[in-house]
């Protein structure tokens, strides 16, 4: 596995603008209140050509008895934990404060190679540094992160720290987990990981970041996205949550597969639809994971009632696969990751080039094409050149004379052929050009 560099320190000191920096790219939402940075966030990076997943933590305030700081005061321990190095970030503006001793304290207990940061030291001087040498880890780094200087020196100091031995990436599938606030998201996290690894809290929103986490299970990896609630838009009020939500659309996007996170006590609402929308979209394959199934009462027909409520309103994508759960229980947790490896591989499926033509062309014998304004559309042949989502070409004499209905019809036929169930599949008309 790849060595990890933690980043700690009390709030507001400018660990997440440092992530950014090393990430490339704003990854962890940076706001000038304390205790943005909730879960730990992850990337990873490079650094003189080594390699390692790097780590922010929200803000550590050991002696606070808010219930929200003692999680985050959890999760950033969680992070010492399992680090190979540790930045323990200060700010050159604010000095020394009791709460960097406290911190300090703490690092000393966890025995960990520590790189000490004194940030936001815009003209260096050296009588700047001089008081954090008391906290006895050692030389202090000067540090610009909102100016990305020193940054270089931080990572030579912190890689020089990594443990001996060859390092490696392992391929993982990648699924995000996404749904409306307070759906269970997180509980589902932490119960396919076996531990506290997100923030679980009964207060909507809790999570803000999209957080990745990679686990093994058997002989097979995985990369697992916990992401922040996706409000309706009137409802997204504050900029950090805003972000958020933004960060939750993007772990969509470089995600293998979505679990779509539903509370059934409360049934499919609008909002749930629009997110699925969303990722049917986005061509991702999915599961819809209908949570809290522990909270209905049931009879023999339960299932097959939400079931006929959820081909109603996802009419729009019928292929639908789905789960009813309790994260709270466990009760059918254990098939999660086995139907999210089933739809991966279906969206991964390739029809054979003969045998697709030969069930297209049967399909246009039995139902010719609408014609339009004396036209017929004229099919030459059909391809699939891509999957992630399967996709099939048309060529045809004009495009235009594709009719959706038609085009519905087409689908149906190759879905009737081939399991693409859980994932959407693309069907693009193109004109034959001479040649071709």
Request: aromatic share 8%.
């Amino acid at each position: 596995m790849l060595p990890t560099i933690a980043i700690v320190g009390r709030p507001n000191v400018g660990k997440s603008t440092f992530f950014n920096k090393v990430a490339g790219r704003r990854i962890s939402i940076t706001d000038n209140r304390p205790g943005v940075t909730r879960d730990r966030v992850t990337v990873q990076a490079e650094w003189r050509g080594k390699p390692f997943t790097l780590v922010d933590t929200g803000g550590i305030e050991l002696k606070s008895e808010d219930t929200m700081w003692k999680h985050i005061a959890l999760q950033a321990s969680l992070a010492v934990d399992t680090a190979d190095v540790i930045l323990f970030f200060t700010d050159a503006r604010e000095g020394l404060t009791s709460s960097d001793s406290d911190v300090a304290d703490f690092l000393r207990r966890s025995k960990k190679p520590v790189v000490l940061v004194v940030n936001k030291v815009d003209d260096y001087a050296p009588e700047k540094l001089a008081e954090f040498w008391a906290i006895g880890l050692g030389e202090p780094h000067a540090v610009s992160a909102e100016h990305s200087r020193g940054i270089g020196d931080v990572l030579d100091a912190a890689v020089a720290q990594f443990p001996k031995g060859d390092v490696f990436e392992e391929n993982s599938l990648k699924i995000a987990v996404v749904g409306k606030p307070n759906a269970g998201k997180s509980s589902i996290v932490n119960r396919l990981l076996g531990s506290e690894r997100t923030i679980v809290t009964p207060i909507a929103g809790t999570t803000r970041d999209a957080i990745d986490t990679r686990f093994t299970r058997g002989e097979k990896a995985y990369t697992i996205i916990d992401t922040a609630g996706i409000r309706r838009k009137r409802s997204v009020e504050d900029d950090v949550e805003y972000y958020s939500v933004l960060r939750a659309f993007d772990a969509v996007n470089r995600a293998d597969v979505c679990l779509l996170v539903v509370d059934s006590s409360e049934g499919l609402t609008e909002q749930d639809v629009r997110i699925i929308g969303y990722v049917h979209e986005q061509g991702k394959p999915s599961v819809v994971v209908m949570n809290k199934w522990d909270l209905i009462e049931k009879d023999t027909n339960t299932i097959q009632s939400f079931e006929k409520k959820l081909k109603e309103d996802l009419k729009f994508m019928d292929y639908y696969k789905s789960v009813y759960i309790s994260a709270k229980t466990g009760q059918r947790m254990d098939k999660l990751l086995s139907l999210a490896e089933e739809v991966y591989a279906h969206a991964g499926f390739r029809a054979p080039t003969g045998t697709l033509n030969d069930l297209i062309i049967d399909a246009m014998r039995i139902s010719e094409p609408p014609s339009y304004l004396g036209r017929r559309m004229k099919l030459y042949y059909v391809s699939q050149p891509s999957v992630h989502p399967p996709t099939f070409v048309f060529m045809v004499n004009d495009e235009k004379l594709m009719h959706f209905s038609y085009e519905r019809y087409l689908e149906n036929v190759i879905r009737g052929a081939y399991d693409f169930s859980g994932t959407p599949i693309r069907i693009i008309a193109r004109a034959k050009k001479e040649g071709e």
